[in-house]
């Protein structure tokens, strides 16, 4: 699919503020609201925007500890990313999932309320995915960017 300016304009606008009304989204486009909702509509239908969401700000007390995992597998094979992918797509506390370049594999990131808790979820879940050799956690301090 090709996209053109209006759609990059458009897809920049919903990133900031995807609760937006069409009718404004329109007028910041440059387009009819009639003919936005059926580009918009036509950018949904071809995946290029999969989804909405909310992004929620926890209080800082209490919030949960951030943690970026490294796995890296026993092997690179179709057979094991596809086997790994399945069974961390289950795992209720992964919060994002990203295949990698670089010296692992996957990175994973997950919420604990605390080291105990991130014990609990290393154990129970990802030292049980198929196919790891290796895990390596980081534990975030601070959030400095919020996305």
Excluded: W
Aim: glycine share 6%.
């Amino acid at each position: 699919m090709q996209i053109d300016r209006i759609d990059e304009k458009l897809i920049a606008t919903l990133r900031r503020d995807g609760r937006i009304s069409n009718a404004k989204l329109a007028r910041e486009v440059g387009l009819s609201p009639s003919a936005c909702l059926r580009r918009l509509r036509h950018l949904e239908g071809e995946g290029v925007i999969r989804g909405y969401t909310a992004l929620v700000d926890t209080p800082e007390r209490g919030a949960p500890t951030v943690c970026v995992v490294e796995v890296m597998l026993e092997r690179q094979t179709a057979d094991y990313f596809e086997k790994f992918e399945a069974a961390i797509r289950r795992s209720p506390d992964v919060r994002e999932c990203y295949l990698m370049t670089g010296d692992y594999d996957y990175l994973v990131r997950v919420e604990a309320q605390d080291s105990a808790d991130y014990e609990r979820i290393h154990r129970d879940q990802l030292a049980k995915l198929p196919g790891v050799s290796r895990i390596r956690t980081a534990f975030a301090i601070r959030k400095i960017v919020k996305g």
